[in-house]
């Protein structure tokens, strides 16, 4: 259940720190707040900036390093002991590309503010979690808290830094990312863009072997794995780990030095992953704007709070508003029953649902996902049941099949050069100038058949005027 909270005091000063997610348990249940104002506040120059996101999860070391991370009179608000989920900007990085946003995350942890509440700025969004009151006794609230972020936060973040020290040691890591690795994939990203997964360790070793370590840690998540879900095979556990994190690597800090020495290293280790990341995101054109994220985080919560289990699908949920692939499904088979030959299904079917699908998922402001991942998640289903009722040779079918996938991409990658908001307009109308001498005998009373999209408004449609 979603409740808006409007009844907040105006905001007066900006705080250079901000309250983004609040869990709060009681008896009845637990509830998660969300407060917009934390992403909003951010210092960006504009929020068609893609922000880096790395989760710091921990307690008093995470605290000691993240103070140091953001020095200045930043450092000297850093709430202790928080037990919620704070954004922090390092100012740092604000001349880059991608600025680094750090999640301050504490909802693995108990703390009394789980129970008391917490005091956050501006409007909140109130979400009880229908799962966790149905099963009280499989939740616990560091497990609550483990699920959050690794199927919320997680996924549009970078990487994801666990403090050992903080969490109970290595082995409490451990458990962490397996009760993660054993459920379903978090969301429908490809997996060269996950997070990578940092453990912090404080070692007071001089001969400190990180590949040793994280090999040990590697048998230790997938040992862990095997005791709470059953596996025909060990590779068939890495590849369940597979599906949640793009790799799990150990960064061991010497413990004794000053704090200075030991943030500066894992900042240097951060930076670096985070470039990779960005660099993967951007080649996937998976790079989230900050205006994207304040868009697609609302529905992350909806769903979690709903069914924590179902992965997330981040090509359904950034849809225009209404947009649904069924009436696309009717519209198709309405031109396919109109198309008089089969040598007509490559000249005139083909290009027309590329570009339909072009115009229908990428109008302006609209985040360029990948075509391939569009048409996967969207329209693989609905098309192959319209060929395969139409085409009868199956090599017909499976060409016909690719021959619209690759027409999308290649319109895709025009309109991914292409300048104006309403480039996918332009693409589309010039096609369909191209297939007049096709449409102009066409009609029909159930489907405009300039877009698929929608049926006739006004009258009987009809293209024998040419367009101009």
């Known amino acids: 259940m979603r409740m808006k909270m409007e009844n907040q005091p105006p905001l007066m000063n900006m705080a250079p720190h901000s309250l983004w997610l609040a869990m709060l348990h009681g008896r009845t249940g637990s509830t998660l707040r969300e407060y917009e104002h934390a992403l909003e506040a951010l210092p960006l ?6 922000p880096s996101f790395v989760v710091l999860v921990g307690r008093r070391t995470k605290s000691e390093i993240l103070r140091h991370f953001l020095r200045g009179a930043d450092a000297d608000c850093l709430p202790q002991n928080h037990g919620q989920a704070y954004l922090w900007y390092d100012r740092r990085s604000k001349h880059g590309e991608n600025p680094t946003v750090y999640v301050d995350c504490e909802l693995q942890t108990y703390d009394r503010s789980q129970c008391k509440g917490s005091n956050g700025r501006g409007p909140d969004t109130a979400r ?16 609550m808290g483990n699920l959050l972020c690794a199927r919320v936060i ?4 970078a990487a994801v830094c666990y403090f050992a020290s903080d969490l109970g040691g290595m082995r409490a890591v451990a458990i962490l990312l397996a009760e993660q690795g054993v459920e379903k994939p978090p969301s429908d990203l490809p997996e060269t863009v996950l997070p990578h997964v940092l453990v912090v360790v404080e070692t007071a070793s001089q001969d400190f072997d990180a590949t040793v370590t994280e090999s040990e840690f590697d048998e230790s998540v997938v040992e862990i794995m095997r005791s709470l879900e059953r596996y025909r ?7 369940a780990l597979g599906l949640h994190f793009k790799q799990v690597r150990v960064i061991g800090l010497r413990r004794g030095t000053d704090v200075k020495s030991r943030a500066t290293a894992l900042r240097m280790r951060i930076v670096t992953v985070s470039k990779e990341a960005s660099v993967a995101r951007a080649a996937c054109r998976l790079s989230f704007r900050l205006s994207h994220v304040q868009g697609l985080v609302g529905s992350l919560l909806d769903q979690f709070c709903r069914d924590h289990a179902t992965p997330f699908s981040f090509v359904r949920a950034s849809r225009p508003m209404g947009f649904t692939t069924q009436d696309f499904a009717a519209h198709l088979r309405e031109l396919m029953d109109r198309v008089p030959l089969e040598v007509s299904l490559w000249h005139l079917v083909a290009p027309l649902v590329a570009s339909s699908m072009l115009l229908a998922n990428y109008p302006p402001g609209a985040h360029l996902f990948p075509p391939g991942l569009v048409f996967q998640q969207l329209y693989r289903s609905v098309c192959k049941a319209a060929v395969y009722g139409r085409a009868v040779q199956p090599l017909v079918r499976k060409s016909l099949l690719a021959v619209i996938e690759r027409d999308f991409e290649s319109l895709f990658e025009e309109l991914a050069s292409a300048s104006g908001e309403w480039a996918a307009a332009a693409l589309h109308f010039r096609r369909l100038r191209s297939l007049h001498v096709y449409l102009r005998d066409l009609r029909s009373h159930k489907t405009c058949l300039s877009c698929l999209l929608r049926s006739p408004e006004v009258r009987l449609i009809t293209l024998s005027e040419p367009f101009r």
């Open 233 to 239: 095979r060990e590779g068939d556990v890495r590849d």
């Open 128 to 143: 009880t979690m229908d799962w966790a009151v149905s099963s009280p006794r499989l939740f616990t609230r560091r497990k």
């Open 45 to 50: 120059r504009d929020a068609n900036r893609s």
């Open 154 to 157: 997680a996924p549009l973040s």
